[in-house]
């Protein structure tokens, strides 16, 4: 573990020298925090507040700061700051909501100096003034932000974030009164320590919580957040808005961000959860860290660089019990094992490859694409900046393209377009996606459409009456061993025939009083060869399964249909009754020979084998029963590459499918169906898609990074503050321009002269007149 490569670093009349190295601790580190000449560190936890010495080749323990038998809740820390004026002054945040500032000057074992106790909750940071000695400033779970003066018992102003909790506090570098903080909601506010009535700004920085922040040592306007959407924001905060500047992608919540000193572009993070690494950014290439430092075996729960003007020690703690020293030099550095490859799919289907230049020299016949415009200028080539310190890797681009007939994603466009998720009944819903299926020639999509309004549908209550028919399979009586053959199976056909005769003859006893129950016993043979694959019926007969109740030539009754193999016999039309009955039936002058036929069948269905009266399954089935199949279904489409219609169905079956399909899943085929919309321009059905999402981290994506800028109908300026009255002119800037009442609901006004008011009323102003109801001249226009 310990590295032998030694660095001095001259700071004045001081030199810092030293190695990689760790010490074990007594418990988990929860913050860590240095003195102000960098010689001694301390650690602060759950059970542990040690200060150690840094010397050159270890840590060497100094002071215990717990004492007593019974330590309290006060020893137990959160944070831990070490002021750096004062070299004797600590302040810890204590899990029971204490404040606690510590002085090691005193002669005696406890060091405990102060106790703060007005937080309710958990402290999360405390953080010292950089030139105040006395000013400490504190923010906790309860939402509340403290400023104390360490003469006084009591704190002298508190600050309410309007907010759960308060993740960090820090005091910038440059402005005197100036503090940022960051909250679970995702905002960041700046405020001012004078004014505690209100923040001075606020804007919102991540989806999700704001876990550190950092202002820039060097650049007075730079602000650096990390947070639990994986990201490290750069703010510039020089400008009226808060303007992201550099971000970058990490793998894991950002819990630590702290800049690199005498280095501008360089930050280091650690993660709050899964990786264990520490890794130092360049801000100007996000995507690949610039160093890491791999020592720890758990979550790194706190760093600093040594000293504020060395760039080359940092100091970590972590939850497997170890402070470390990592030099610098000592860093991992992953770029010298990237593989400089890329692969990536256009929208049209073609495929470009990325692949190093000594990879491919050998092969002649290969030609590296130029670049340009063959369908779309859709290639950029980054031109070569000497000033940057990266390492130049140069790679040939080979296009491999398709055929722009073959491979056309207007099935796409079109399908996004045309379908509807949301604003009309579940079964209308599934028989237009049905019909846009099939029309743009999708049998599969529509099917599939057509089976999950069957399964989650109640049969009785349907826009089709024909469908409640699905719920009424016949009743099969029996299945004899004649039947099962060929010749049974042309038998029970002509029964059948002679059967339907009979029904409608009107002096036949057997004649039914509801037509509907011969047309379902008909249409039922119909739906039991669908259901065991024996016919293949278009969509539209899996709604009605009806068949025309009329009567059916002999010779159509009697034909067999085409068979995939040769007939080994050929078999009789007109197959004789059994032997034991021809003499009773055939002697007889009143029976017709198709009463015959039919009479004929009893005999036969009395040697029967199996007899089912129940029908083949319930007609109220629940639509749960088939939530395991829909979700392999959905799982097959979005592996296949079609996350449209995951997606769609997603949205469409809601609450019936939503549970079976665990959150993250269903977060990455909303992500990649919404990226694909987004590089079609669909940004419509987009938005539509985000809306209509359930998932938390989907919704917030309409949300997040939107402003709406307001000016003055009056003066033309922007407007700073909430509410109808401009703070600079004083006017009503919502008012209408023909009643002069404020407008609290629709506002439409003229794009060229900002005037404008109620909608009915300037339409009605507009229907007589042409030009602006303010008195302006302006010739307005409503379309």
């Known amino acids: 573990m310990e590295k032998m490569s030694r660095v001095t670093t001259a700071l004045g009349s001081n030199s810092i020298t030293?190695?990689?190295m760790f010490c074990h601790l007594d418990a988990p580190a929860n913050a860590i925090s240095v003195c102000r000449d960098a010689t001694q560190v301390v650690v602060a936890g759950r059970n542990i507040f040690k200060i150690y010495a840094v010397e050159e080749e270890q840590f060497v323990e100094k002071l215990n700061l717990r004492v007593g038998r019974k330590p309290s809740l006060n020893f137990s820390c959160a944070d831990v700051m070490w002021h750096q004026m004062e070299e004797n002054l600590l302040a810890t945040a204590a899990t029971n909501g204490a404040v606690v500032t510590w002085n090691l000057g005193k002669p005696s074992r406890n060091k405990q100096d102060q106790l703060f106790t007005e937080h309710k909750r958990t402290v999360n940071k405390v953080c010292f003034h950089p030139t105040?000695?006395?000013?400490?400033?504190?923010?906790?779970?309860?939402?509340?932000?403290?400023?104390?003066?360490?003469?006084?018992?009591?704190?002298?102003?508190?600050?309410?974030?309007?907010?759960?909790?308060?993740?960090?506090?820090?005091?910038?570098m440059k402005d005197y009164f100036t503090f940022a903080a960051s909250f679970e909601n995702g905002n960041v506010q700046l405020w001012d320590i004078r004014r505690p009535d209100r923040y001075e700004r606020m804007f919102t920085a991540h989806t999700g919580p704001v876990f550190c922040c950092d202002w820039h040592p060097d650049d007075r306007g730079w602000l650096a957040t990390g947070g639990r959407d994986k990201m490290v924001k750069v703010w510039d905060m020089t400008t009226n808005r808060a303007k992201e500047v550099y971000c970058v992608q990490t793998i894991a919540s950002v819990a630590r961000v702290k800049w690199r000193p005498e280095r501008k572009f360089h930050l280091a993070t650690c993660s709050m959860m899964v990786d264990h690494n520490i890794y130092v950014w360049d801000i100007r290439r996000p995507f690949i860290p610039f160093a890491t430092f791999e020592e720890h075996?758990?979550?790194t729960t706190?760093?600093?660089?040594?000293?504020?003007?060395?760039?080359?020690?940092?100091?970590?703690?972590?939850?497997?019990s170890t402070l470390y020293q990592h030099m610098f030099k000592d860093a991992t550095r992953p770029v010298d094992k990237a593989n400089p490859e890329g692969l990536c799919f256009g929208l049209m289907g073609d495929l470009a490859f990325a692949v190093n230049e000594s990879l491919i020299n050998s092969d002649a016949s290969r030609k590296p694409y130029p670049?340009?415009?063959?369908?779309?200028?859709?290639?950029?080539?980054?031109?070569?900046?000497?000033?940057?310190?990266?390492?130049?890797?140069?790679?040939?681009?080979s296009v491999f393209e398709t055929d722009l007939d073959s491979n056309r994603m207007d099935w796409f466009v079109k399908t996004a377009q045309l379908y509807l998720l949301s604003g009309k009944p579940f079964i209308e819903l599934c028989d237009h996606n049905a019909k846009v299926a099939r029309e743009l020639k999708r049998p599969q999509v529509s099917t599939t459409w057509t089976m999950l309004r069957i399964m989650f549908s109640d049969p009785a209550t349907g826009p089709n009456h024909n469908l409640s028919k699905l719920g009424s399979l016949p009743l099969m009586n029996s299945f004899s061993m004649k039947e099962m053959g060929p010749e049974g199976r042309l038998e029970r056909c002509k029964g059948e025939s002679r059967q339907e005769n009979i029904h409608l003859e009107p002096g036949n006893s057997h004649i039914s009083n509801n037509n509907e129950e011969n047309e379902e016993t008909e249409g039922s043979d119909g739906a039991t060869e669908y259901m065991f694959g024996d016919a293949e019926l278009d969509d539209d007969d899996l709604y009605t399964m009806e068949h025309d109740n009329q009567t059916v030539a002999e010779e159509q009754v009697y034909t067999l249909p085409p068979e995939a193999f040769q007939l080994r016999h050929e078999i009789i039309d007109?197959?004789?009754?059994?032997?034991?009955?021809?003499?009773?039936?055939?002697?007889?002058?009143?029976?017709?020979?198709?009463?015959?036929?039919?009479?004929?069948?009893?005999?036969?269905?009395?040697?029967?084998?199996?007899?089912?009266?129940?029908?083949?399954?319930?007609?109220?089935?629940?639509?749960?029963?088939?939530c395991p199949i829909v979700r392999e279904m959905l799982n097959h489409y979005?592996?296949?590459?079609?996350?449209?219609?995951?997606?769609?169905?997603?949205?469409?079956?809601?609450?019936?499918?939503?549970?079976?399909?665990?959150?993250?899943?269903?977060e990455h085929w909303y992500m990649s169906y919404i990226d694909l919309l987004q590089r079609f321009e669909l940004w419509n059905v987009s938005n539509e898609v985000i809306k209509l999402s359930t998932c938390s981290a989907i919704t917030c994506l309409n949300q997040t990074s939107t402003t709406l800028h307001i000016n003055c109908s009056n003066c033309k300026r922007p407007m700073s503050n909430k509410g109808w009255i401009c703070d600079r002119c004083r006017q009503c800037a919502s008012a209408c321009a023909v009643c002069h009442h404020v407008v609290k609901g629709l506002f439409v006004w003229c794009q060229g002269c900002s005037h404008g008011g109620h909608l009915e009323h300037i339409m009605t102003w507009l229907k007589n007149n042409s030009h602006c109801p303010a008195g302006c001249g302006h010739l307005c226009e409503y379309t």
Not at 135 to 141: E, H, N, T, V, W
Not at 607 to 621: A, V
């Open 132 to 172: 105040e000695v006395y000013m400490l400033l504190s923010g906790s779970q309860d939402g509340f932000m403290k400023c104390f003066d360490l003469r006084k018992k009591e704190s002298v102003n508190t600050f309410s974030g309007q907010s759960e909790s308060v993740r960090d506090v820090q005091f910038s």
């Open 18 to 20: 030293g190695r990689t």
């Open 638 to 666: 979005a592996e296949h590459g079609d996350v449209q219609m995951a997606v769609s169905v997603l949205i469409v079956l809601g609450e019936r499918i939503r549970k079976e399909i665990d959150d993250l899943t269903q």
């Open 302 to 320: 706190g760093i600093v660089w040594r000293h504020q003007h060395d760039p080359h020690y940092l100091l970590s703690g972590s939850k497997d």
């Open 574 to 626: 007109n197959p004789s009754a059994p032997e034991h009955l021809q003499p009773d039936k055939a002697d007889s002058p009143h029976v017709s020979g198709n009463e015959a036929e039919v009479t004929c069948l009893t005999p036969i269905e009395s040697f029967s084998l199996i007899s089912i009266s129940q029908p083949l399954y319930s007609p109220n089935l629940h639509g749960s029963s088939f």
């Open 371 to 397: 670049g340009g415009d063959r369908r779309y200028p859709f290639f950029s080539f980054k031109k070569p900046n000497p000033t940057e310190q990266f390492a130049h890797v140069s790679s040939a681009l």
């Open 297 to 299: 075996k758990d979550v």
